[in-house]
Every structure is written in structure tokens, then in C-alpha cells.
């Protein structure tokens, strides 16, 4: 998409995939090819439709079954959301709050359970160091509350040490929080490894399942992990809604206060439309469409290896999420690259410290043990259900012609 | 839709002038922030009777305002004298492309330090600069003037970020009018630390914060 047509006033948006213009009479579509869905996803028009009857017709706050019919439909519209989510997990209804997305859903369960035991048990938490930030920061600020924190060391691949969590635990430590998949890198912890570890030694666990949920299995009849965070932004729902599953007698103490719903934990007037519609998004999460994306992700991945000299795949080959490649060209920049693949057309993402907010270099390419320069040219191409194969290659070409380009005019390419 | 960067940021982006190296320059510098990792060259050809930049090049490892700056700091310096061109700041630099993102200052004011130490290069190696200078507390604050405040894009001196500074045997303390930990502290701490420890006699930089 050249910038000079979305600077156009009579340039207008009719979905994420499609830009139409009308120039002088002829119709022009340009196609634009969003490749960062890890930040967000595009709406599914299944999931705005289930989520219709919720803003119009049945609008009502969910009312007990003692209220009026619209507050009650309203109520078993939210329980019926609530019970496919749960059926997914293969946990019980009773077990999963609505939140406002992942940020509150890891708040609730890092500082829910560090209210609920800091008293009765310790004030010791252990998170790895490549967690996204809403388990990060959370850690980060009950430390300066008073409590201990360990940040667990990941490998070069981005896989958390286990001999390092059995060794952190101690009769202080109320919880270990690890996630299930990366953001960034993609790289899929072992779970089940480390569940056992944390049943062993009596601790809960809480996953950050933001990027894994649906598309990799994930069973709390099969893992005794304790609380996982959840959002429906990552697989085509509505962004502003996510979810926490609790297990049945997890101490937890509810953080923001004010009324008495999602069984008193979390309160505030439920967005029926809105789980209601992650719900829906789950179900049209397909086995076969994770297999199309797995097949699209190593697709860049091998071609980006074998056709662009000087690059670098971030995380695992193989225990990676479906939807994530992420690489690191050498010798150029990241926003350099974002902003010359947004000229043609492409969303990606890096985690050079020219793109972040906070001008700092991504923590999880740092914490792999990568330097500034590997942060600065990583490049994240994150799938989605939009995407088609010729996504993939069209990418990686523009990937080719842009990284050239760059290298031409850097001092640090070997010419 | 509303870009931080203006038509002429991008235009230089997209093809830049300049390029590149120059065979047996007669000066070049290059300088570097750790705190984002970008980096630019800057390669000069000087007339030794005139003392005019005759040609000038650079190469740029960053970001799009980095390369922009690269761009029209190296068409700015091009027929002009070393003293001339010394004078150029960052400000025309930005001013020329037609503003830049203040977040952005610290990347696009390499580009001017890259030609100012390509200019001090010839000079040395023509003799033309006097015995080296000890650092003091003007010293620091005259090099801090080259890091960037993120929040305003003006340098924080300027922006009276740096409460006190003080040097005593090679040790050199900043205090910073930030809290440890405001968004930007860490790389305006890495920033101060690359621009001081540099000096020739400083060994050791602190950086402290107010809370």
C-alpha cells in the first residue's frame, strides 16, 4: 500500500485485507497483507454476527434468574459462552472469569494470588524472563511491594530452565507463573515438565496462554496447571475480552473492587456481546486452519534461511506456536524494515528498540541471550486466518529486495 | 491517517543521498548509540588549500530517521568548509526535513555527531587540534548535550534532566531528574554512559536517579 494513497481523503477502508480507491473514476484495490497478528487479529464477520443480538436486542445487564426475561437471557447467553470456553480447557464453568483481556486476566492471577498467601504461605514468586509484559510488570511491581521474585533463565531457544525452577522453589514460594508460548519467538514451553515440578513441590502454576489458546492443545484434565490467562484479540474475537481459568480452591483474592459478579472475582457490569463473541471465536478455531498456518510459518522460515544470506531464526524450529516465525537479518534495522515493507503493503513487527515505546531492545531477545544487534534486525511475522501461502513467499521476497537494499547502505554488511 | 514523519523524511528514506563508502577518505567517523543500536559512518574528502568538503559519504545501520538525518546532514556539509560544516546542528538537520519525531532525537543526532568526529578525524590527522582537554564539568555537560531526551527531543541539558554532575578522579556522577523507573531511563542511562565513558581520562561513569 503506498503511503500516498492512504494520505488520499477520498481513500477508504473497507476491510483489513482489501484498501478501495476511487482515482479519477477507476477503481483501484490494493492488497494489503497483515502479518502481525500476535498483536491483533481481524475480526471474524461470524463472530460480529453472533455478537449482534447483544448490543440490540437482548442488551440487558445479566440479571439472577429471579429478574426480568432480557436480564435472564442475558445471563445464559454469558453462562453459555462461559461453558464452551470452559469445555475447551475441559474445565468446569465455574472455573473461568471474563476479564478485560490477558493484561487483566495475569494481574488477577499474579497479584490475586500473592493477596490470598502472602500471609498464610510466603511472598516468593517465580516468573521466566521472557513472559509478555502483563506477567512481567505485574512480577516486577510486587517485587518492589516487598515480595521475592526470581526471574527464571531461558536458553538460547527460549526454553525456561527446569533444573533452575527445582532449584528456585522454596517453602516461601506461593507461585510460578511460565507461559505456554511466546510472543515474540514463539517457543513452546514444556509444560507438562514443568506442572509436574510445581505439583511435586506443592506450588501453584499460572501459564500465559494468550498466544497458545486454540491453537495448541492446552488440558487442565491433563496438566495440573492452576490458572491460565486467556484473550480472544489473538484468534479473529473482539479485542477488550479475555479470560482467566481458576481451578476449584486456588487461593486467590480479587484485586479491584465493586460488585459481586464472575463469582466474585472480578467485578463490573459483563460484556455479554463480547464473550459471547470469544466464544464463538474459539469454536471457529479449526485443527485443519492451525495446520495451514504451521505450514505457512515454515514456509517463511525455510525460505527466509535459504534465500536471504545472513539470517537468524529466534526461538525453536520445531517447538514453536504455528501462527509464529520470527528471524533476524543482520546488518539492518528494524523499523528501517517495517517501514519499507509498509510501503509495499506488508504488517510486520520487530523488536529493534527503535519500534518499542520504551526505546528499549526486546527483553525476549535479550533474555535468549541475543545482543542489541540481534534485536535490532529481528523481524516477527505472525499468521493468521487472512493469511494465504502466497503470503508467506510474497513477504519473504519483498523481505529479500528490503534487507539488500538496507545492507547496501550499512556499515556493518561485508560487501 | 497521520505519520510522524513528514513527506521529505520519507522521500530521503526511500532513496538517500550520499551513500556509501569513500576510498581513502581523508576523514571518518562513526558513532554509535548502544541505547538504540543504531549506528552511521560518515566518510569525508577535503581539499587541503580551501579546506571545502569536496565529497562526502555515509552509511547508515538504523532506523528511518537515522537515515534520513544520514541523508541531508551529508548534502548540508557538501561545499562548505570543516569549520563551516561543524556548525551544522541537529536542529537544521531536522528543521531541513521538515520536523522530526522527538522520540526520534537520538537516532537522527548521530548522524550529526558521525560528521562532527569525521571532521575532528581529518583534524588530527592534519594536526590540527590542540593537546587533549580534561574532563570537567563543562566538558560533561557539553557532551551531554548530545543525549537526547526522549520525551521532548530536545537534549537534557536543555530539558533540565541532569540535576548535578561531578568528576573527581576519573569517576564521573550524573544525577538524573528521573525515577529508576520512568519508561525511558534505562536508555538515557546507557545513552550518558556511552557519551561519558568515551573521554579519555573518565573510568568510571554513575548514573543516579531521583527515586
Given at each position: 500500500m503506498p503511503r500516498s494513497l492512504l494520505e488520499n481523503p477520498r481513500f477508504n477502508c473497507k476491510n483489513s485485507r482489501f484498501y478501495y480507491l476511487i482515482w479519477g473514476g477507476r477503481e483501484i484495490f490494493e492488497n494489503i497483507i497483515y502479518l502481525d497478528n500476535a498483536a491483533c487479529t481481524r475480526l471474524d464477520e461470524q463472530v460480529l454476527e453472533a455478537m449482534k443480538p447483544y448490543f440490540f436486542d437482548t442488551f440487558a445487564v445479566a440479571t439472577?434468574?429471579?429478574?426480568?426475561s432480557m436480564g435472564i437471557d442475558a445471563k445464559e447467553a454469558l453462562e453459555k459462552a462461559r461453558e464452551n470456553l470452559a469445555s475447551k480447557l475441559g474445565a468446569n464453568s465455574e472455573e473461568v472469569i471474563f476479564t478485560s483481556g490477558s493484561t487483566e486476566s495475569s494481574n488477577t492471577a499474579l497479584k490475586g494470588v500473592a493477596l490470598a498467601l502472602k500471609?498464610?504461605?510466603?511472598k516468593h514468586i517465580i516468573v521466566s524472563k521472557i513472559e509478555d509484559f502483563p506477567v512481567l510488570n505485574t512480577a516486577k511491581v510486587l517485587e518492589r511491594q516487598g515480595f521475592g521474585v526470581t526471574f527464571l533463565d531461558v536458553d538460547a531457544?527460549?526454553?525456561?530452565d527446569l533444573e533452575e525452577l527445582k532449584n528456585a522453589i522454596t517453602k516461601e514460594t506461593i507461585l510460578v507463573s511460565i507461559q505456554q508460548g511466546n510472543q515474540e519467538i514463539g517457543t513452546v514451553q514444556d509444560l507438562k515438565a514443568i506442572s509436574e515440578i510445581c505439583e511435586e513441590k506443592d506450588v501453584l502454576l499460572h501459564t500465559d496462554a494468550t498466544h497458545s489458546f486454540t491453537r495448541l492443545p492446552l488440558s487442565v484434565k491433563e496438566l495440573p496447571v492452576d490458572l491460565i490467562t486467556m484473550s480472544a484479540h489473538t484468534i479473529h474475537g473482539p479485542r477488550g475480552i479475555g479470560a482467566l481459568y481458576i481451578r476449584k480452591d486456588t487461593p486467590i483474592t480479587k484485586f479491584m473492587d465493586g460488585g459481586f459478579q464472575e463469582f466474585n472475582l472480578r467485578a463490573g457490569v459483563e460484556d455479554i456481546s463480547s464473550a459471547v463473541g470469544f466464544a464463538k471465536a474459539v469454536e471457529l478455531v479449526t485443527e485443519e486452519e492451525n495446520r495451514r498456518l504451521k505450514a505457512m510459518r515454515d514456509r517463511i522460515i525455510d525460505k527466509a534461511l535459504t534465500e536471504i544470506p545472513e539470517v537468524t531464526l529466534n526461538g525453536s524450529r520445531d517447538k514453536r506456536l504455528p501462527q509464529n516465525a520470527n528471524l533476524t537479518f543482520h546488518y539492518v534495522e528494524g523499523e528501517s524494515v517495517t517501514l519499507h515493507m509498509d510501503m509495499r503493503g506488508f504488517a510486520v513487527s520487530t523488536g529493534s528498540a527503535c519500534f518499542s515505546r520504551s526505546l528499549e531492545a526486546s527483553h525476549v531477545i535479550r533474555g535468549i541471550g541475543g545482543d542489541h544487534e540481534r534485536a535490532h534486525g529481528s523481524v516477527r511475522f505472525t499468521l493468521g486466518r487472512y493469511n494465504r501461502m502466497e503470503d508467506a513467499d510474497a513477504a519473504i521476497e519483498a523481505m529479500s529486495e528490503i534487507v539488500a537494499r538496507l545492507r547496501e547502505i550499512s556499515p556493518l554488511a561485508r560487501k | 491517517m497521520k505519520f510522524p514523519y513528514s513527506q521529505k523524511v520519507l522521500e530521503h528514506f526511500k532513496n538517500p543521498h550520499n551513500v556509501g563508502q569513500i576510498e581513502n577518505p581523508d576523514g571518518k567517523g562513526l558513532e554509535g548509540s548502544p541505547a538504540c543500536g543504531d549506528m552511521v559512518a560518515v566518510y569525508i574528502k577535503v581539499n587541503p588549500d580551501t579546506k571545502v568538503i569536496e565529497d562526502i559519504k555515509f552509511e547508515s545501520y538504523g532506523c528511518a530517521s537515522n537515515i534520513a538525518t544520514g541523508s541531508i546532514i551529508t548534502d548540508l556539509a557538501r561545499g562548505k568548509t570543516l569549520d563551516e560544516a561543524k556548525k551544522i546542528t541537529w536542529k537544521q538537520a531536522s528543521e531541513e526535513l521538515g520536523g522530526l519525531p522527538p522520540i526520534k532525537a537520538h537516532c537522527s543526532v548521530l548522524a550529526v555527531e558521525g560528521l562532527r568526529a569525521a571532521i575532528k578525524d581529518y583534524e588530527e590527522k592534519h594536526g590540527l587540534v590542540t593537546e587533549k582537554e580534561p574532563t570537567t564539568e563543562e566538558v560533561i555537560r557539553r557532551r551531554l548535550k548530545?543525549?537526547?531526551?526522549p520525551l521532548t527531543g530536545l537534549d537534557i541539558i536543555r530539558t533540565n534532566l541532569i540535576l548535578k554532575t561531578s568528576v573527581e578522579d576519573g569517576v564521573v556522577r550524573v544525577v538524573v531528574d528521573l525515577p529508576a523507573n520512568h519508561q525511558f531511563a534505562p536508555a538515557i542511562k546507557e545513552d550518558i554512559i556511552e557519551k561519558l565513558g568515551s573521554?579519555?581520562?573518565?573510568?568510571k561513569v554513575d548514573v543516579v536517579f531521583t527515586a
Open positions: 439472577s434468574e429471579f429478574g426480568y500471609e498464610k504461605k510466603g531457544e527460549g526454553f525456561a | 548530545h543525549v537526547m531526551n573521554l579519555w581520562d573518565v573510568e
